[in-house]
Nanobody, 120 residues
């Protein structure tokens, strides 16, 4: 089994910053891409940012220049630094990881989510 646990969400005023963390643990052989998605009320889940094991990154247009994704491969952890937050960034943020387990089974795992609320 593999678990992803997010932390760092909360309430912040517009223009503020938050840093999300997500730690993967369990029967992990290796992790390919790790990413952050978000889902606002009444909307579909959308990609925010992703980072490969080789540290290549991809961002949604709406967060480019404001958010930075990074990862610590040794700790199986991914981070999302969010600056210049806007009310429209309010959502539940989910971490995911493309994991190869110790039994060489590949699967995408998801965390339970952490709520980010940006007040105007």
């Amino acid at each position: 089994q593999v678990q992803l646990v997010e932390s760092g969400g909360g309430l912040v005023q517009a223009g503020g910053s938050l840093r999300l963390s997500c730690a993967a643990s369990g029967s992990i052989f290796s992790i390919n891409a790790m990413g952050w998605y978000r889902q606002a009320p009444g909307k579909q889940r959308e990609l925010v940012a992703e980072v490969t094991s080789g540290l290549s990154t991809n961002y949604a247009d709406s967060v480019k220049g404001r958010f930075t994704i990074s990862r610590d491969n040794a700790q199986n952890t991914v981070f999302l630094q969010m600056n210049s937050l806007k009310p429209e960034d309010t959502a539940v943020y989910y971490c995911n990881a493309d994991v190869i387990t110790t039994t060489y089974y590949g699967m995408t795992y998801w965390g339970k989510g952490t709520l980010v609320t940006v007040s105007s």
